[in-house]
Every structure is written in structure tokens, then in C-alpha cells.
């Protein structure tokens, strides 16, 4: 019986789980990240919490826990919750030998983002390493620790600008 692994260079799956508006993956995210990570999946990106959770390696699985929200109206004043999200960059690198294929991801980066309105207009996501921050966020280093701790908290490799 032929799987997907068999047909596919690299192997993504996006999974909406979790509990929304905390920050720490529940047993079954955990556990769930575990089983697709021995099944060969290469990269799971989680989403449904609305805030974002811990960045990790499983061997080789790069597991996203939760983004965040990209782009949200949700505002709260409690360290911005719904109102920063992430976006993750990396390199998928493929090296074929003979008939052997090997697949690695490297260069994993991310960005803490912003979303900034006024009177449900003109909304802005502004990555955090935009210069200009300060002008839509202007306790931008406090939220950005808070977050930053956050996404490293279960591997302080993991990057963030």
C-alpha cells in the first residue's frame, strides 16, 4: 500500500487543534505532533487558538504549535493577544544522490507580526521587524519579549527576528 510519505518529496500538514487564546499546546497537540512526526511528516503548522504557541523539533519535524492570527479585529488590551500573530520562513533543501533523496529543512525564521487599525479601517500587519513598529505599537519591545519567550519556551534554537 502506497502512502503519501511515498509520493512526496517533503510532507506538510496543517492541523487545526488546540484551545483558543492560550499558549501552550494542550496533551493532545503534543501528542498529535508526536505521531505525525514518526509517521514522516516534515513540517505541521497549527492553527485555531487565535494566539501563538511554542515552536519545536520532533527529530526532524519542525512543529508549529499555533500562528496566531495574521490579520484580527479580536483587540484586547492584555499584551495584545489576538493582535500579534507569526509568520515562519524556511528552506526546503533537496540533494539527490543516485537514486537517494534527501530532504532537510534549514534556515527556520520568524517574525512576530502586528495587526494595527483605526475604526475597523485600514487595517496594517506590521512585521515587528519593521523599523516603523514603534509608530503603531509603541510598547513594541515589551510585547515582543513576551512573545518571543513564548515561541522559544520548548526550544530556545528556535529563531525569531
Known sequence: VMTVRDNVDVLIVAMHWGVEYTHEPTAYQ?????????LGVDIIIGTHPHVIQP??????????????????AQYQNENYNKMVGLMTSLEINKKVVGKNVEISISNVDNDLVYTYYKS????K??????????????????????????VKRYDNSISVK
Not at 503534543?30 to 514518526?38: G, K, T
Open 30 to 38: 503534543r501528542d498529535m505532533a508526536n505521531y505525525l512526526a514518526s
Open 55 to 72: 515552536i519545536e523539533w520532533i527529530d526532524d519535524t519542525l512543529v508549529i504549535y499555533s500562528l496566531g492570527n495574521f490579520i484580527s
Open 120 to 123: 475597523w479601517r485600514n487595517f
Open 125 to 150: 500587519v506590521i512585521p515587528f521587524s519593521n523599523s516603523e513598529i514603534g509608530n503603531y505599537l509603541p510598547d513594541y519591545k515589551s510585547v515582543y519579549d513576551y512573545y518571543k519567550k513564548i
